[in-house]
């Protein structure tokens, strides 16, 4: 390797090299900074949050068909018959309360700052109410590859979890061929999973950049007063963790009379991990050993329930998307109808599942949560603007959401173990 090129390479090294919370924390700062010293003639560089936000968006189908194929194939369906109901339920119902929680505080405050959102008419800004049984009916696609070319989101989540339920099925079927075939397509479906992992991870190396850009243009165009929306997004949503956090796993942990400050100071590790990380599946290993050997928990139960809510519980996704959805919604003055919310409530509940336990992601869900409401990010608009907002505080309200799902996961599986008198609490005091 040349001079000229070991000169060239070494930014692009550094680059890579450094940690990409602090990259991202650097495209902000430098956002700000070049945005206000350069006015609105920083719309030049726009097509670099423009490119960054198409990426987003062309990840959204694949990462819902593979997440819910993947995961849903690799239950063990005797197991389901056993603790899989009991702590499917329990996931499915804290899921709900999150959602609950997340839409009460989602409502709470109507935004005094839309003012800066009023470049677009309001003609654009108007969003289609479909009747219920309409919602109802959109979910079952007539044809599955029609749902995937208009982007019907609801229809696309349904016939990925039938595939995945049949998979999980044949898979333990007795006829060996059958199983074979099953098996073979488990492993397609979890190599092309596998695949779309590595092509995110490329996605958030470019983050910094398409961060930088969005928020160099929107504080060049809209100065200082673009500051005040992220302080109402990041109180509400901190808000409502912290009430999800004492109302469902306090209070379950309170039930099945299990000190809360013993559980603490036993699942303390996975917790602050998975609060660093921004991943639940990353934090796996650690949630497992932690419930092996500090908390006292069977294997039997731990080794199936720490994986499934891994996979399935993300009640702070949840709550991270139904707020972020409505502060958009708040901001650009929309007013949804009933049937609105049936809708967002089972886009926000479904997509929740679907989200993949790594960095960042959530972001990519909320474009298909605004998708099913009629909102498209991918337009030159205000939407795609205020959409920026969820962008770039996408950290600060991503550590707290994952050490929401990793304790939920924790919660759950101690409160099953002890329901199930497979939790050794000799230990704890």
Request: glycine fraction near 6%.
């Amino acid at each position: 390797m040349n001079k000229f090129t070991k000169l060239f390479m070494y930014p692009l090294d550094l680059y890579l090299r450094t940690s990409l919370v602090l990259r991202l924390a650097l495209g902000f700062v430098l956002g700000i900074a070049i945005g206000l010293m350069a006015g609105e003639n920083i719309v030049a560089i726009s097509f670099l949050g423009n490119i960054f936000i198409r990426l987003l968006n062309m990840l959204v189908v694949p990462i819902i068909i593979l997440s819910l194929i993947t995961g849903i194939s690799h239950l063990n369906i005797r197991t389901l018959e056993t603790i899989g109901i009991k702590i499917i339920f329990y996931f499915m119902l804290t899921s709900v309360i999150a959602i609950i929680i997340g839409l009460l505080f989602g409502n709470i405050l109507t935004l005094t700052d839309s003012a800066i959102f009023e470049s677009i008419q309001a003609e654009e800004l108007i969003i289609k109410s479909p009747s219920m049984i309409d919602i109802l009916l959109d979910i079952i696609p007539l044809n599955p590859f029609e749902a995937l070319n208009s982007g019907n989101i609801l229809a696309i989540m349904f016939f990925s979890i039938l595939i995945g339920i049949g998979l999980s099925y044949f898979n333990e079927n007795d006829d060996k061929g059958v199983k074979q075939y099953c098996t073979l397509f488990i492993k397609f479906f979890d190599g092309c999973n596998a695949v779309l992992y590595k092509i995110i991870t490329w996605l958030l190396e470019y983050a910094p950049i398409g961060i930088f850009s969005i928020v160099a243009v929107n504080f060049g165009t809209y100065s200082i007063k673009f500051l005040s929306p992220f302080f109402v997004l990041i109180v509400l949503v901190y808000d409502a963790y912290i009430v999800h956090i004492i109302c469902v796993y306090f209070t379950s942990l309170f039930i099945f009379k299990i000190r809360i400050a013993s559980f603490i100071a036993k699942a303390w590790l996975p917790i602050f991990t998975a609060f660093t990380t921004r991943t639940s599946l990353g934090t796996l290993p650690i949630s497992i050993e932690t419930a092996e050997k500090n908390m006292g928990i069977s294997k039997s139960v731990y080794s199936f329930v720490l994986p499934m809510g891994a996979m399935i519980n993300k009640d702070g996704v949840a709550i991270y998307l139904i707020i972020c959805t409505l502060f958009i919604c708040n901001a650009l003055g929309i007013d949804l109808s009933l049937q609105q919310y049936v809708a967002l409530f089972l886009s926000v509940f479904l997509s929740s599942i679907a989200t993949i336990g790594l960095p960042n992601t959530g972001i990519i869900m909320i474009v298909m949560v605004l998708n099913s409401l009629g909102l498209d990010v991918a337009q030159e608009t205000t939407i795609g603007m205020a959409y920026s907002i969820i962008v770039i505080v996408d950290v600060i309200l991503d550590m707290p959401s994952t050490c929401l799902n990793v304790t939920g996961d924790l919660v759950g599986t101690t409160i099953i173990a002890k329901s199930m008198g497979e939790l050794d609490q000799s230990d704890w005091v």
